[in-house]
């Protein structure tokens, strides 16, 4: 068994902005990030510098022809599919039950992950409850949103849950 890891998958992104934010969350929580082309963008790191703050050097990252190349090369991979349309929150699944890999899979920024990937999956679709007014988060937000929660119910795996740049006792000394 590989042992518990988020994947954060990205279906067909279309701004190098956000990716870059997810590039930063994906090597500040440990997680992979997959990217399925095709994107709205060149893909070219000096496109995700700004967003990215440059953390990508450390993310372990896959690229993808498509989404049956993505399945082609994860056959096993648990699917666990952002969508407006989920029935139900994230925080509704008990991940402390899951022991393995997941993967989170986040559609892209116009039209989000196509129907029939989400009745493949309709089990484990999930959304953020929001107003009812609203249509949708950015979705680098809701990579961060959704990365932490399965990291809570995992209890942040090797996170650091102090500071460790200017110590523990940073607030407490003069």
């Not at 393995?100 to 920024?109: C, L």
């Amino acid at each position: 068994m590989m042992g518990r890891k988020i994947n954060i998958v990205l279906f067909e992104p279309e701004i190098a902005d956000n990716v870059g934010a997810i590039f930063r969350t994906a090597a500040l929580t440990n997680a992979s990030l997959h990217l399925i082309e095709p994107f709205g963008f060149i893909f070219d790191r000096r496109n995700f510098a700004r967003s990215s703050a440059n953390t990508f050097e450390g993310v372990n990252y896959f690229k993808y022809d498509n989404w049956e190349d993505f399945i082609k090369q994860n056959p096993k991979a648990m699917l666990f599919c952002l969508s407006r349309y989920g029935s139900k929150p994230l925080s509704d699944f008990n991940f402390s039950e899951i022991n393995n890999e997941i993967f989170i899979v986040f559609g892209k920024e116009s039209t989000g992950i196509p129907k029939n990937i989400l009745q493949e999956n309709l089990e484990r679709v999930f959304r953020i409850p929001m107003v009812s007014t609203g249509r949708s988060l950015n979705i680098a937000n809701t990579v961060g949103i959704a990365t932490y929660e399965v990291l809570r119910q995992w209890d942040y795996l090797d996170l650091s849950k102090v500071e460790v740049e200017k110590g523990v006792d940073y607030l407490t000394k003069e």
